[in-house]
């Protein structure tokens, strides 16, 4: 004969009433969806590209005071074919020099890379020296190589995109190209030298201006600041 649910045996009752053993510490931080243990940070990321355009001394600089001083930051470099010709050109140095000086490169054509997925976190990137043909495409979101697409990507992400531009004079596709990029988050920093600092050599104006880049990405290393006007700066010589 069936019970009635008046008629549960004291047995069964107990059973019914029983609370769950609450889950040990470990139990929970293991058991439990969305409750285990954090992972660690990642590390900081910065991608920087190279183009045909003059100025391949600044790349170099720029990896070279990274090493130095901000080694905890991964270095992601892609060099473009025209890039390479000018770091022979300008500097007598080959692409291994400055893929030593990276924690990862990459080809300029493996578009299947982890930098054109915004599924891999940076921090933003640099295009230094920025060729007028890498600016067209990052204005009109033509993906065509790493560089550009990466580029893309670093936008799209709402993350830092700086083009450090290398022509003069401008003509108005330039001109109307930096615009665009400026428009859609980017930052346009022509290589343009400082003179208040009182450089002595043109090393010192490099290392000037890629300080300034790279303080635009929150990214700290020894270069002159701005100290006012009254300043009683040091004589050159």
Known sequence: MAHSPSAIEPAEAGQLAAKPKPLAPQD?????????????????????????????????????????????????????????????????LERADFQALAHRTYSFRDVGATLASGGFATDGMIVLPCSMRTLAAVAQGLSDNLITRAADVVLKERRRLLLMVRETPFNLAHLRNMTAVTE???????????????????????????????????????????????????PAG
């Open 28 to 92: 929970h931080a293991t058991s439990v969806p969305g409750c285990s243990t954090p992972p660690p940070p990642r590390p900081r990321r910065l991608v920087v590209a190279i183009t045909g355009a003059t100025g391949s001394i600044y790349a170099l600089r720029l990896l070279q005071l990274m090493r130095e001083h901000q080694p905890a930051i991964e270095l992601h470099l892609v060099v473009s074919p025209p890039g390479v010709l000018n770091i022979r050109h300008e500097l007598g």
């Open 184 to 234: 859609m988050g980017g930052i346009v920093y022509p290589p343009l030298p400082a003179f208040y600092h009182r450089p002595r050599s043109i090393e010192e104006m490099v290392d000037h201006t890629v300080a300034r880049v790279l303080g635009l990405m929150d990214i700290a290393v020894p270069g002159p600041e701005w100290l006012g006007a009254d300043y009683d700066a040091p």
